[in-house]
């Protein structure tokens, strides 16, 4: 197994990790783990990509599972700021439609991506997945660390933080998806002849 592939794989562990950190236990220094576990799901994130580009080790498995680490990783991220209680701000801060959007626009771009390798097309990466991602990134490391400053400042307002930062991924995430729908609308019209 590739070098990249296992730092891939490892990034796999670092969604129920987070979990248990995050949501699981609740101390500052658990919270300071949780903030690792980010950064350290971005920094493999980039790691892995560059070894494989570099070392010549793209692999149709890789292909397939940084996709799938990248969603168990962001999902449970996201799914745990929708059970976390924020302490100052809306009671539902990061409200599950949010995280439900999200999981949409994913579900529908790799269904575009399967209806077109079906066709023997290959849908290539656009600039709206890049930014999603990117801003998905860090929209957790802000929300993460305003939970960390508000142990040290009560009035910290990391509900609102956390909730207008959601809002602005969801907004941009649905922006990605009509991206990868209008540009690539020829798939779905071959599809149905």
Known sequence: MTISNRLTLFRLSFGPLFW???LFLDSFWAKC???ALVIATEVTDLLDGYLARKRGEKT???KLLDPFADSVSRYSIFLCFTGYT????PADAVPIIMVLLIFYRDATVQFIRSIAA???II???RASGKIKAIVQA???HAIVISVILQSFFP???DGYIAFILMFIVTCITLWSAYDYISGNWAVFRNTTK
């Open 20 to 22: 248990f950190f995050f």
């Open 33 to 35: 783990v949780a903030l």
């Open 60 to 62: 149709d498995f890789g």
């Open 86 to 89: 924020f302490v100052n701000g």
């Open 118 to 120: 079906g066709q023997a």
């Open 123 to 125: 849908i290539a990466s």
């Open 138 to 140: 860090c929209a957790n």
């Open 155 to 157: 009035r910290f307002p």
